[in-house]
Each structure stands twice: as C-alpha cells, then as structure tokens.
C-alpha cells in the first residue's frame, strides 16, 4: 500500500461557494492527475455560487430538463463525472474524494470505500447532534408512466446516510483503473426541492414528485428543528471528515499542473453550459445559494 498524506484541498470559501463548472473542473483534475500518479489523495469541501444543477455523466440535460425555468430561476447546469441523478446544489455542503485504490486499505473496492466513507460523514455529522444511521437501500419512487429523470434524494442506495429512513447525504461514485471519485451532497434546507421545478413535467406529474422526495428525503433543518448557522457546519468540516477516516492528512493547494488542466476543464464546460441554455454567461444569472424565495 502506497502511504501519502491525504490533502485538504482549500479552493475558496464553501459558504460563499463557486461555479459549478469550476467544481467539477477541479475534481476531474485532480481524478486524472491521481489515475496519473502525480496527485495525491484529496479531500475537498465545498459551495455552489450560482446555484447550480449537477447531472449525472449519462443523463441527457437536453431532454429532461426545462431550460426556459433554469434561466429563470439563475441556475447553472454542470455534468458531473460521476453517475447519479439530478442535483440541485443549493444551501447545501458537497464532498468530494478523490484516491488511487491503494491508498488506503478501504478504497480497494467500490463497495467498501463507500461504505467507509459514508461513515465517515454520518460521525462528522454527529457533532450537529444528529443520530443518523447508514441504509441497505431502496429503489426510486416515480408516478406511474412518468419517463422524466428522477432527482437524486427520490431514493437511497446501500450505505447512504438516512436520518429515520430518509436520505440526509446523496452519494456517487466513478471509478477509473488507477482512481476514484465520490461525490456527496448534504442538504441544509429544503430549497433542494426546486430541482423538481426544473424538470420536464406538467403540474399533475411534479406534484407526484414533489411528494416523492419529501418523503425519501430530510434536510439537516428540519431533521434537527431549528435554523442551523451554515458558516457552523462548514467551519472545520474537512478536518472532522478526514479524522473520520481515519487518514493522516495535511492542508495543500492545487499544483501549477492542475490549475493548468482547471483552467482547460472549466472553459470547455462553460461553453458546454452556455449552448445548452442558449445565453451568454452572465446575463440573466443570480447569486442563488441560499434559499428559495
């Protein structure tokens, strides 16, 4: 087993967040630059500034998403490198992993290190005074007939992090020969149910959606009954993640070589985005990360 000291990667303030074409530009560097041996294992906490929905690699944001809304609404549109869902990234804190199989003896295989880390972000979690647990998983609820995509909270998958059988932490995971990615979304708010509101339906079929996911799904607010102080929770929560773990780790930054790949990966996406919603970038936008209004 290869013994590195795992980076805490600091690239912006979560609360305040960043692109989504910026956040996934990062994690695909640092993914290639692991499966490359030039990286080392990395931890990375994050924000979203616009609000921003994330697609699975091979959903068709063409055909399941309703455009016209997502302008309307300020949103961004990124395709993420893992599988998955939909995701509205809004009041929200995301994770991402990133090692080499051999890192660490967990991240062997698919099933264990996602079991690991999920436990890892049910214990950091436990500071916020939460008793949650990690389910066995169960498939997505849709109304009958309804061929749109489903968004991610709809369902859990063995070892996600539930809050009394409703998913708090939405997780995936890609892995390439020499790396892995995971991916995770823990909700705050219930502004995450406007990803609804962007999908390809009439009234009848969102409202069936809408009641889906707020019965599969629980934001911290509500599973701890109050207003919870977002700059709290973000403060440190790398730190606390990374000792869950259990790995030996250091604060770091981006090297020249990945800011570089950064730079190329987020162009491409920017002008990815930009075709697809059919406007300049910047024009019609809003600073959403907070809560619906």
Known sequence: MISMPWRLLETGNPVSGQSGALNMA?????????????????LRVYGWSPACISLGHSQSAERELDFDRVRELGYDVVVRPTGGRAVLHINELTYSILAAPDSESWCATQA???RVISQAVAQALAAEGLGVTLDRGYPAEKPQALRAMTPCFSSTARSEVVWRDRKLVGSAQRRLRGAFLQHGSILVSRAHRGMVDCLKLDAEKRAG??????????????????????????????????????????????????????AELRAEKIGRMDLLMGITRGVGRAVSHGKLP
């Open 112 to 114: 264990e290190s996602y």
């Open 209 to 262: 959606y809408l009641e889906i996911l707020d019965r599969n799904a629980v934001c911290l607010e509500e599973a701890l009954g109050r207003a919870l102080d977002w700059t709290e929770l973000a403060k440190g929560f790398e730190a606390r993640l990374a000792e869950a773990l259990g790995v030996e780790w250091k604060a770091g930054e981006l090297s020249g070589e990945e800011e570089g790949r950064v």
């Open 26 to 42: 990062i994690d695909e560097a640092i993914l290639s630059g692991i499966e490359a041996g030039r990286s080392p294992p990395t």
